[in-house]
């Protein structure tokens, strides 16, 4: 593309610009929009001459000839004081609310006329917004598309006007520009709007308010009267037409070689004549008293800079301006929360109940588009992944904040059992019972799963039965990349930590900074990661060639020791034989051989630093800080260190965009990162729940889920998330299952595969009552240690029955839950969590005394003991000598007011899987502490936790398939 020329103008006298050749951008010193610059109407009105021969009276209105009377141009000053006064107080009260408003017109012009420039600047100059030309240097069809283009995308622009020839006005340029931002009013839905007398969102056209103006201020007929409107085709006309025909004029539209033309003039009350060629009426043509408005291809200016002849290009160019501001006020309207116009979707359960694949199947997803719309998204804030999920920009935290938070709701669970719980099904069908069915705002926030245990053992997470989030195939697979761009990141380190070590193996402390630092046209200089490395190790320098031989060596060595290497690659699968692996083996690594290994990429700390980021500037450092090894000096290296930090960020920077999706009954939900709940924290965004909780108001719910039990998830989301975000919870929805709880209460073992024993398929109240006695009660004891009030969600099996629904709700209640109700999610949708949903709602309304577990200053060890004793019920903890040398070196590096995220296993609130119920009495074994610096946080293990998944005998894969006819998906559930 080449432009012959862009102008930079405001209003005021202060801009400076440099005039550039053709195919040339000129920058002025003010720069509110990269594109852009102004230019002037060819508007002209006159009247046809009056002469003794033509009849014509001294109301004649010869606006701009030599013969016009002078109040003429009086009125038309006038109109142009009264339309730029009004424009002007606008944006002193658009400003007054927001002081950064700053409307702008942008132009879009075929050659270097700067007359329209002048025109518009002037009275851009006198209201106080700018205005910008771009003068294309040909009439390029693809040029002025790709102007439009990027001027509809500049959030600054508040207004469009194509100044360029009917015949570059065509329907390709037409449908590129915005609505919005046509404040001449000419595109196909404007138009649309004009012909329906709808002007709340489009435009009147300028040259139309301006011909209106003129008519009633010189006792022209509107009301009844006739017009005739001569003009080139072109959208200008047709507009105006639509809007002088909605005045209550009849419009008789001509053209110069329309046949009867002679008549159509002389029965007209007022004649338009638009058009760059001028076109000669003769004055015996005109209605005694009509008047005659005239365009012309050039304007005059006398000393003043006004003159008659202009009068009427300044008053069109005022209410174009006029426009802008309009524009900027819908803008800023926009802006602001907007009430929810969610549209739900009809739910028709079967039974028995479908397949999940097939009830996801079977319903129809609004497009991600209108679900943003109803929720109160705007158009620039999305961006689409296909029809059915899209990307959310962060930029929607800084329209809303002032807007308050809606309530916090976390869904934790008693401890996991093989049986499931169904934390993600009571999520979604709590949030479709809330916005479905109690027509309340809510948004369900979830985590990403991972494709190791959707192809492993798992399955998939996206809900289950008729409460789950669709399509569900895309939400089990890929999605929109975010596991992808982490493994990406991830292994980018890896690759950058072994080639360091080959380099700095083979190479000297001279050839080292030589490459490093190398010279490109002739000058060394430091990338700003590397001076950022200078500056941590004290050298305060800038000039490569002033550093000493002992800081050369110092910058270039990063010296670490390959057995303290903490950082491992990681791919999405369930591969047992990657947990150790030898690396370096071949003879182009010269003998740099290790040995490593792999975890699943959600295991990554880059997965645990998305989920807890609070923006691309947080996440940008955070990702600085992670530790990737020890050097033998004992000093912690960075990915910073390794120059590989903004890299990184890089890939990372679509990643931190939470994703939209919606439930089977039109929810919306956001699903974003999904950290491991062992040796991370195992919950979703804070991201994702801090926009949620804008969009959702004051009176809306935002339910999000912790991984696992209450001991881990809830006790991890309250002590890390809730620390990172800021953000307290309202209440915790604590879910349990009667077979869970008959487990916990001394339920025979059970093996995948093998037929369910009696006990869970047949009623049995004394483990039912067993299990709330002890798993249950301990739960809602961990949440209260929080303050924060507990309803439990019986998630109702069929095997279920009522005597044991009943008894776990009464010992629920007895055991200090707000509530405690019966759900039917599963097989009924959202209708089958209402009473859930009324419960949350009350608990949500009581008052809330959240606090954290320790002092985040406290000592690393008594941060660990508080967990075990308080949270899990241990005597006390028993540290290895390794977990104790590990404490005291994050102690002296600075990390240790760090919170604590312990690894443990899942299966009990003890660290012995088998140890079902509420296990007392033991001692806490803690053989190794780690730190994710990042994160931000410590990690203890427990005993020894495994981060890369095996694949068990019959994986899932082998029920999954695809119909390569319709491309449907089988055997995901």
């Not at 590397?530 to 002033?546: C, E, T, W």
Request: net charge neutral; aromatic share 4%.
């Amino acid at each position: 593309m080449k432009l012959s020329v862009i102008r930079n103008a405001c209003g005021n006298a202060a801009l400076r610009m440099h005039h550039a050749r053709h195919g040339s951008r000129v920058v002025g010193t003010l720069r509110r929009c990269q594109s852009v610059g102004a230019a002037p109407s060819r508007l002209l009105a006159r009247s046809a001459s009056a002469s003794a021969n033509s009849g014509n009276n001294a109301k004649l209105a010869d606006y701009f000839g030599q013969q016009s009377p002078k109040r003429d141009g009086g009125d038309i000053d006038r109109s142009l004081r009264d339309v730029v006064q009004t424009s002007k107080e606008a944006i002193v009260a658009l400003q007054r609310k927001n002081p950064a408003v700053q409307p702008l017109l942008a132009i879009i012009q075929v050659g270097e006329d700067d007359s329209l420039l002048e025109i518009n600047k002037k009275i851009a100059g006198k209201v106080g917004l700018n205005v910008t030309q771009i003068c294309l240097a040909k009439e390029s069809e693809d040029e002025i598309v790709e102007e439009v283009l990027k001027l509809n995308e500049d959030p600054r622009v508040h207004g469009i006007y194509l100044h360029l020839p009917p015949a570059s006005l065509t329907s390709r340029v037409l449908d590129a520009l915005k609505p919005e931002k046509d404040v001449d009013g000419i595109t196909y839905l404007n138009t649309g709007r004009l012909v329906q007398g709808d002007l709340n969102k489009g435009f009147v056209p300028p040259v139309a308010s301006a011909v209106m103006d003129l008519l009633r201020k010189h006792d022209s007929p509107v009301e009844g009267g006739r017009l005739a409107i001569i003009v080139a085709e072109g959208p200008p006309g047709v507009a105006l037409q639509c809007f002088l025909e909605r005045s209550g004029m009849a419009v008789l539209k001509s053209h110069s070689n329309t046949k009867n033309l002679q008549r159509q003039v002389m029965e007209a009350d007022a004649v338009v004549l638009l058009g760059a060629d001028p076109l000669y009426i003769p004055s015996t043509w005109i209605k005694p008293g009509a008047a005659v408005i005239r365009s012309e291809p050039t304007l005059h200016t006398d000393e003043s800079g006004m003159s008659s002849k202009s009068r009427l290009a300044y008053l069109t160019a005022a209410y174009r301006i006029q426009n802008v501001v309009h524009s900027s006020s819908r803008r800023l309207q926009e802006q602001q929360y907007r009430p929810w116009r969610l549209r739900t979707l009809n739910l028709q359960p079967l039974t028995p109940v479908p397949s999940d694949i097939e009830i996801s199947r079977a319903q129809t997803p609004k497009a991600v588009e209108q679900l943003a719309e109803e929720i109160g998204l705007l158009p620039e804030e999305l961006e689409a992944y296909g029809r059915s999920k899209a990307k959310v920009r962060l930029s929607l935290l800084d329209r809303l904040r002032a807007q308050p938070d809606g309530r916090y709701v976390l869904v934790a669970g008693v401890t996991p059992t093989p049986l499931g719980e169904g934390k993600s099904t009571v999520t979604i069908g709590l949030v479709q019972a809330l916005s479905a069915h109690l027509k309340l705002n809510s948004f369900a926030c979830l985590r990403q799963p991972s494709q190791g245990p959707t192809f492993g053992v798992k399955g998939g997470a996206a809900g289950g039965g008729y409460a789950q989030v669709i399509p569900m195939e895309e939400f089990n697979l890929h999605l929109t990349g975010d596991i992808h761009a982490i493994t990406a990141a991830n292994n980018l380190v890896a690759a950058a930590i072994d080639a360091r070590m080959l380099h700095e193996a083979t190479q000297s402390d001279k050839g080292l900074y030589s490459r490093l630092v190398p010279s490109v046209n002739g000058v060394r200089r430091f990338s700003p990661i590397q001076v950022a490395r200078l500056r941590r190790l004290g050298i305060d320098k800038s000039d490569p060639a002033s550093l000493t031989p002992q800081e050369v060596s110092s910058f270039v060595r990063l010296d670490l020791d390959p057995s303290k290497i903490t950082w491992q690659r990681v791919v999405d699968t369930n591969d047992r034989f990657l947990r150790k692996i030898t690396v370096g083996q071949a003879s182009t690594e010269k003998g740099q051989i290790r040995e490593t290994g792999f975890d699943i990429a959600v295991a990554s700390e880059i997965m645990a630093i998305l989920a807890l980021a609070d923006g691309l500037e947080d996440m940008k450092q955070r990702l600085a800080r992670m530790v990737v090894g020890t050097s033998r000096s004992g000093q912690p290296v960075t990915a910073e260190d390794l120059g590989v930090s903004g890299a990184l960020a890089v890939l990372m920077k679509d990643a931190i965009k939470p994703t939209l999706m919606q439930t089977l009954e039109g929810s919306p939900v956001f699903v974003h990162a999904g950290p491991f709940a062992n040796i991370a924290h195992g919950n979703s965004s804070v991201l994702a729940d801090k926009l949620a909780l804008k969009l959702v108001g004051r009176d809306g719910f935002v339910v999000t889920e912790a991984g696992f039990g209450a001991d881990i998830g809830m006790e991890k989301f309250f002590n890390i998330k809730c620390r990172t975000s800021g953000l307290r919870p309202n209440v915790v929805v604590l879910i349990a299952t009667v077979r869970a709880l008959k487990m916990h209460g001394g339920g025979p073992h059970v093996s995948a595969g093998v037929p369910l024993p009696r006990e869970y398929i047949d009623e049995n109240l004394t483990l039912v009552k067993q299990g709330c006695l002890s798993n249950l009660r301990k739960q809602i004891e961990i949440a209260h240690l929080f303050g924060v009030p507990v309803v439990v969600a019986l998630n109702v099996f069929k095997t279920d029955t009522q005597p044991e629904i009943e008894l776990v709700c009464q010992i629920a209640k007895e055991c200090g839950a707000s509530d405690a109700v019966p759900c039917h999610h599963w097989a009924q949708g959202g209708r089958g969590a209402v009473e859930l949903a009324h419960a949350v709602k009350a608990a949500s309304g009581r008052a809330n005394d959240f606090q954290f577990l320790y002092d985040i200053e406290m000592p690393i060890v008594e941060k660990i003991r508080t967990i075990a004793q308080k949270v899990y019920g241990a005597d006390d903890i028993e540290l290895s000598s390794e977990a104790v040398d590990k404490i005291n070196d994050y102690d002296q590096q600075g990390y240790g007011s760090l919170p604590i995220c312990m690894a443990k296993t899942h299966l009990s609130l003890s660290h012995m899987p088998d140890k079902k119920g509420a296990p007392t009495g033991f001692i806490l074994p803690i053989r190794d502490v780690r730190a994710s610096i990042g994160a931000g946080f410590i990690y203890p293990l427990v005993g020894t936790m495994s981060t890369m998944p095996g694949l068990p005998t019959r994986p899932c894969f082998y029920d999954i398939d695809l119909d390569p006819l319709t491309e449907e998906i089988t055997g995901l559930f």
